[in-house]
């Protein structure tokens, strides 16, 4: 019979990583969903009409009916 030593560090190590990095890129969705996704749009907007001074942007996740 063979006995193995299990390196019990090395596998805590590598889930603790696996955790750190599904928590940063969850973070960085989250990030791009709420905030950044619409400043890349507002400046998509000014620069297909420089002149505009006014930009209305409208969120129809966020508009509802009768309001």
């Known amino acids: 019979m063979e006995v193995t030593v299990v ?3 090395k596998i ?3 889930i603790g990583t696996f ?6 890129s ?6 791009w969903t709420n905030v950044l996704d619409r400043k ?3 400046a ?3 620069l ?3 002149k505009s001074d006014k930009i209305i942007f409208v969120d129809f996740r ?3 009916r009768g309001r």
């Open 7 to 9: 390196k019990t560090r």
């Open 12 to 14: 805590l190590s590598a």
């Open 19 to 24: 955790v750190i990095v599904g928590a940063a």
């Open 26 to 31: 969850t973070a960085g969705a989250a990030l």
């Open 40 to 42: 890349f749009q507002m």
């Open 44 to 46: 998509k907007v000014k």
């Open 48 to 50: 297909t009409h420089p």
């Open 62 to 64: 966020k508009a509802g």
